[in-house]
C-alpha cells in the first residue's frame, strides 16, 4: 500500500515537473541534458520546436521506483534576462522574459545508488518551487542543503554541484546579496571549465549568469568581458543565428550604452532584434521588451524622431495583438506621449494621454495608482503649454495652469489614498513575501507620484508669479507643498525599503533644492513672512540624506551644481566621495563636472586622472569644463588625447570642441573641426551640433559658412537664431542682426532670457541706444521676463559706450541686487573712453572691492589719470599695487596664418 502510495505522488510530481520544464523552452537543455553521461538516452526534453515524448516512461523520478536507483537531476542553461527592467531585481520576479529563471536542472541517464543523489533531487525541486513562489527563506536553505548533498554524492568537481551553486547564487542575486552569490557563480564556472572544457557552451550559459550580476551591480567591465565570452562561446555551438546568442548579443548592447559606447550598443541590439525576427519571434514579448529598449538608448542620446518611430512601431503591435482597451496598448501610448512632449509635439502628446486616461477609467478601478500617474503627465504638458503661452497670452497660460492645478491635486490625493491603505495592508502582507513585494510596487509608484505631484504645484504656484503680478500668496502655496513634499518622504518614505530607491531619492532631492532656493528667495524679499524652516537646515536635510553610494551622490551632485554650490560640492567630496566603498564611473564624471562648474579644473584633471574605466562621458565632462572656464588649449589637449586612445566623441564634446574654437578664433582649427563634423554629420545629433558650429565659423571669420549652414537649416529653432545674431554683430553687422531678431519673432519664436540677453549684447556693441532700451523694455513688460545681472550689464556697456555715464550709474544704483563686476567695469571703461574722472574714481572703488586682485580697473584708472597729466596718483596707484601683490598681465596675441 505505501508502495503505491509513493508511487502515486511520484507520478504527480513528475507530470507537475513536465509542465514547469516544457515551458522552459531552451535547447541547451537538451545539449546539457544528452551529453552528461556516456549511458544513451531518449531525450524528454523538447526541442525548440516544442514537441515532447511520452512523460510517463521516461521521467527520471520513475526510475527510483523501477530501478531501484536513482536518477540525476540537473543542468539547464537558461538564465535570466535583464532587460531595462532588470536592474530592479525583486524578490517576487525572478522570471526571465519566457517565463524562465536561472536557475539549472540537468537530466541524465546515469545511475547512481546513493541516498545523496535522492535527498539532493528533493533538495533542489523543492527549493525551486519555494523559489518561484516568491518563499526565499527556506529556498535558500533547501539550495544550501542540495549543494552539501551533491558533493558527497557526486564529489566536490561535478557539473551537479555546479548546478547547485548556480542556483543558489540566482537565489543572492534576486535578494541582492551579490558578494554571497558571486563566488557561487565562480565555483560554477570553475567546475563546468574542469569538467568539460573552457570552451564548452555550458560554461557559456554560466558566464551570462555571471553577467547578470555584474550588471545588476554596475560592475560593467567585468559583465562586458562575461558577455563577451558567453557571446563566443554559444555562437560557436549553437549558431550565430540562434535565439539564445542573440539574447547575450543583447546583454552586451546593454553593458556598452551604460558605458556609453551607444554606436556600439545599438549595432548589438539591432541584430538581436533582426535574429528574433527570423526565428519568427518577431511579435514576441521578448522581441518588443527589447524594441522598448532600444527607444529608451534613442531618447537619452536626444534622438527623438527615432524613438518615436520605435514607439509608434510598439504601439501599433500592441493594438493588433491586445486591441487599444488593453494595458500592453495603454503603456505603449503612455511611452509614446512622453516621448512627443519630449519633442515638444504638446498637442498630440496631450490627446494620447487623456485618451489613456479614458481606457483607463474603463479597465481599473477608481482612485488606481495608474489614473494617478496619467493625471500627472496631463498636468506636466499643460504647464509645459503655459509656458510657452505666457509671453504671448498670459489669460490663455493661466488657464492651461488652472487646469493643471486641478490635475496635480488629484494625482497627489489618489497617490496619498493609495499610500494610507498599503500602510495599513502592510503588516498582513508581510507572512508572505511575494504578496509584499507587490505591495511594495505599488507603494514606491505611489510615493514617487506624490513626490512629483507636489513639487509640480510649487512650480505650478512660481510659474504664477512670472506671468502675473507678483503674489506673496503663491509662494507660500508653492512652499507649502514642498513642505506637503518633505513630510510625505518622512512618513512613507524614511526608514522604509522606499527610501533606497534612485526615484524616491531624486524626487526627495529636487524637492529639498527647489525648497532650499524658495527660502533663500524668500529671506531675500522684504516684509516676507518667516519659512517653517531655515536655508541652513535645507542644506544640513540634503548632507544628511546624501549617504554616500554610487546612487545617491550624483544625485546630491546634480542639487549643488544647479543650486551654484560649488562649495558645498567641495565638501562632499572631501566627506562622502572618499567615504564611499564603492565608486563608480558616474560618480566620478559627477564629481569631475560639479568641479568643473566651480572653475576648479586643477581637481577636476586629478579625479580624471584617478578614475578607472574612464568612459565617453567624462572625457566630455573635462573638455567643456575647460572650454566653459576659458581654457581652449587644454580642451584641445583632452581632446588629442581621447582620440590617441581611440574613444569616438559624441556631440556634447564636439559642442565643447567648437566652443573651445571659438573662444581661440583660429581659422585653422575651425576648419579641420568643421571637415570633421562634415564627414560625420550623421553621427551627431543636427539639435545641438549646428547652432555649435554655426557660431564656432562666424567667430573664427567663417561668416560666409556660418550663414550657408543656417539658410540649409530645414527647421530654425532659437538656439541657431542667437549663435547667428552674435556672428553678426562680432562683424560689425548689429542692424542686420536687429532685423534677423524681428524675423525671429514674426515666425513665431519666442525669445528667452538668453535670446534677450543677445540682441541686447548686439546692441551694446553697435551702439544701437533706442533699440537695445526698447528691448530691455520689451522683456520686462511683455514678456514677463526678470531682469538678470547680465540683461543689467548689457544695458549699461550700451550707456556706457555712448557717453551716456551718469544714466549707467543711476541704473546701476536702481538694480534690485548688488550689480557685479562686468556692470562696474562696462561703465568703468565708458568713462575711460571719454575721459570721466569724477565718475571712474566712484567706480574704481567698487571694483578694487569686488576684484582686489585684478590689476585691470587699476590700470584702467591709471590710464585715465595719465591723460589727465597726474602722475602723482599714477604713482599712488602702482605703489597699491605693489603692496597687494598685484602684478599687470603680459599681452599676447595670436597668429593665425
Not at 555546479?162 to 565562480?186: G, I, M, Q, T
Not at 512601431?313 to 512627443?340: D, F, P
Amino acid at each position: 500500500m505505501s508502495l503505491l502510495r509513493i508511487l502515486s505522488t511520484l507520478l504527480k510530481g513528475a507530470h507537475r515537473s513536465s509542465r514547469s520544464f516544457s515551458s522552459s523552452r531552451s535547447p541547451i537543455c537538451t545539449t546539457f541534458a544528452n551529453s552528461l553521461s556516456g549511458t544513451p538516452r531518449i531525450s524528454y526534453r523538447n526541442d525548440y520546436g516544442g514537441h515532447r515524448t511520452n512523460l510517463n516512461l521516461l521521467d527520471p523520478r520513475l526510475w527510483i521506483i523501477f530501478s531501484g536507483q536513482a536518477a540525476i537531476l540537473g543542468f539547464c542553461g537558461n538564465t535570466v534576462l535583464a532587460e531595462d527592467e532588470s536592474m530592479k531585481s525583486k524578490s517576487g520576479d525572478n522570471m526571465d522574459e519566457n517565463g524562465n529563471s536561472g536557475l539549472e536542472r540537468i537530466e541524465d541517464g546515469s545511475v547512481v545508488s546513493n541516498i545523496h543523489t535522492s535527498k539532493w533531487r528533493v533538495f533542489t525541486d523543492s527549493g525551486r518551487d519555494y523559489f518561484f513562489q516568491g518563499k526565499l527563506e527556506p529556498a535558500e536553505r533547501l539550495f544550501g542543503s542540495a549543494i552539501q548533498e551533491a558533493k558527497e554524492g557526486f564529489g566536490e568537481k561535478d557539473p551537479h554541484v555546479a548546478s547547485a551553486c548556480n542556483n543558489l547564487a540566482e537565489l543572492y542575486r534576486v535578494k541582492k546579496e551579490f558578494d554571497k552569490a558571486e563566488p557561487l557563480y565562480l565555483e560554477a564556472v570553475s567546475i563546468l571549465e574542469d569538467f568539460y572544457g573552457p570552451e564548452d557552451v555550458r560554461v557559456g550559459a554560466t558566464l551570462h549568469n555571471l553577467g547578470q550580476l555584474y550588471l545588476v551591480q554596475r560592475k560593467l567591465e567585468e559583465a562586458r568581458t562575461c558577455y563577451e565570452r558567453a557571446l563566443k562561446l554559444k555562437g560557436r555551438v549553437l549558431g550565430y543565428n540562434h535565439p539564445d546568442y542573440a539574447e547575450t548579443m543583447y546583454h552586451l548592447g546593454t553593458v556598452l550604452h551604460m558605458q556609453g559606447k551607444d554606436t556600439d550598443a545599438e549595432a548589438l541590439i539591432l541584430d538581436s532584434l533582426k535574429i528574433l525576427e527570423a526565428c519568427g519571434q518577431g511579435e514576441s514579448m521578448t522581441y518588443i521588451r527589447r524594441l522598448r529598449y532600444l527607444s529608451q538608448i534613442y531618447i537619452r542620446s536626444n534622438r527623438l524622431a527615432e524613438a518615436e518611430k520605435l514607439q509608434r512601431k510598439l504601439l501599433h503591435m500592441m493594438e493588433l495583438s491586445k486591441g487599444w482597451n488593453s494595458m500592453e496598448a495603454i503603456t505603449a501610448a503612455e511611452a509614446l506621449a512622453l516621448t512627443l512632449r519630449l519633442s515638444g509635439q504638446l498637442g498630440e502628446a496631450l490627446e494620447l494621454f487623456e485618451k489613456c486616461l479614458n481606457a483607463q477609467k474603463k479597465l481599473l478601478p477608481e482612485g488606481h495608482i495608474q489614473i494617478g500617474g496619467n493625471f500627472l503627465h496631463i498636468a506636466k504638458t499643460f504647464m509645459l503649454q503655459a509656458s510657452q503661452m505666457r509671453r504671448t497670452d498670459n489669460s490663455e497660460a493661466l488657464s492651461k495652469l488652472e487646469k493643471a492645478k486641478n490635475y496635480l491635486e488629484n494625482s497627489a490625493r489618489i497617490a496619498k489614498d493609495v499610500l494610507h491603505k498599503l500602510k495599513n495592508q502592510k503588516s498582513k502582507a508581510q507572512k508572505h513575501e511575494k504578496s509584499s513585494a507587490t505591495l511594495r510596487n505599488y507603494e514606491h509608484a505611489a510615493l514617487v507620484i506624490l513626490l512629483q505631484s507636489l513639487e509640480s504645484l510649487a512650480a505650478l504656484e512660481v510659474s504664477k508669479n512670472e506671468i502675473q503680478e507678483p503674489k506673496e500668496e503663491n509662494l507660500h502655496a508653492a512652499e507649502d507643498s514642498l513642505l506637503q513634499c518633505v513630510t510625505a518622504y518622512k512618513e512613507f518614505g524614511y526608514g522604509t525599503q522606499l527610501q533606497d530607491s534612485s526615484e524616491v531619492k531624486s524626487g526627495y532631492l529636487s524637492c529639498l533644492k527647489h525648497l532650499s532656493a524658495l527660502v533663500a528667495k524668500k529671506e531675500t524679499t522684504l516684509n516676507s513672512k518667516a519659512s517653517p524652516i531655515s536655508l541652513p537646515e535645507l542644506k544640513e536635510e540634503i548632507r544628511h540624506f546624501a549617504r554616500p553610494d554610487e546612487y545617491t551622490f550624483p544625485l546630491v551632485m546634480k542639487v549643488c551644481s544647479n543650486n551654484g554650490e560649488f562649495r558645498v560640492g567641495s565638501t562632499v567630496h572631501g566627506k562622502l566621495f572618499d567615504e564611499m566603498p564603492k565608486r563608480d564611473i558616474i560618480s566620478y564624471t559627477c564629481m569631475i563636472d560639479g568641479y568643473a562648474k566651480g572653475g576648479d579644473m586643477v581637481s577636476a584633471r586629478d579625479l580624471f586622472e584617478k578614475a578607472r574605466g574612464v568612459d565617453v562621458r567624462a572625457w566630455s565632462a573635462l573638455i567643456l569644463g575647460y572650454a566653459q572656464n576659458g581654457q581652449p588649449n587644454e580642451a584641445f589637449k583632452v581632446f588629442s588625447e581621447m582620440c590617441a586612445k581611440n574613444v569616438k566623441p559624441d556631440e556634447f564634446i564636439m559642442v565643447g570642441l567648437m566652443s573651445a574654437c571659438s573662444q581661440m578664433g583660429c581659422f585653422e582649427l575651425c576648419e579641420k573641426v568643421d571637415s570633421y563634423l562634415h564627414q560625420s554629420m550623421n553621427k551627431f545629433s543636427s539639435h545641438y551640433v549646428i547652432p555649435a558650429l554655426i557660431d564656432m565659423n562666424a567667430k573664427c571669420g567663417h561668416m560666409d559658412r556660418a550663414a550657408k549652414l543656417f539658410e540649409e537649416m530645414p527647421q530654425r529653432d532659437l538656439v541657431s537664431y542667437c549663435s547667428m545674431m552674435e556672428g553678426m554683430a562680432i562683424h560689425g553687422c548689429g542692424s542686420e542682426a536687429v532685423r534677423l531678431f524681428e524675423k525671429m519673432v514674426d515666425e513665431g519664436i519666442v525669445p528667452d532670457e538668453v535670446a534677450f540677453t543677445v540682441i541686447l549684447k548686439v546692441c551694446s556693441q553697435s551702439r544701437l541706444v533706442e533699440e537695445g532700451l526698447r528691448y530691455f523694455e520689451l522683456m520686462r513688460k511683455e514678456y514677463s521676463i526678470l531682469a538678470s545681472p547680465d540683461h543689467y550689464s548689457c544695458i549699461v556697456n550700451l550707456l556706457s559706450r555712448t557717453g551716456k555715464l551718469k544714466e549707467a550709474y543711476e541704473l546701476i544704483k536702481s538694480m534690485p541686487f548688488e550689480a557685479h563686476a562686468s556692470a562696474w567695469g562696462s561703465l568703468l571703461g565708458g568713462c575711460s573712453l571719454h575721459g570721466n574722472t569724477e565718475i571712474a574714481e566712484v567706480v574704481a572703488r567698487q571694483l578694487f572691492e569686488l576684484e582686489p586682485q585684478s590689476a585691470g580697473s587699476y590700470v584702467i584708472l591709471s590710464n585715465i589719470y595719465a591723460a589727465l597729466d597726474r602722475w602723482a596718483d599714477v604713482a599712488h596707484l602702482r605703489d597699491k599695487m605693489n603692496e597687494n601683490g598685484i602684478k599687470k598681465i603680459c599681452g599676447r596675441s595670436w597668429i593665425s596664418r
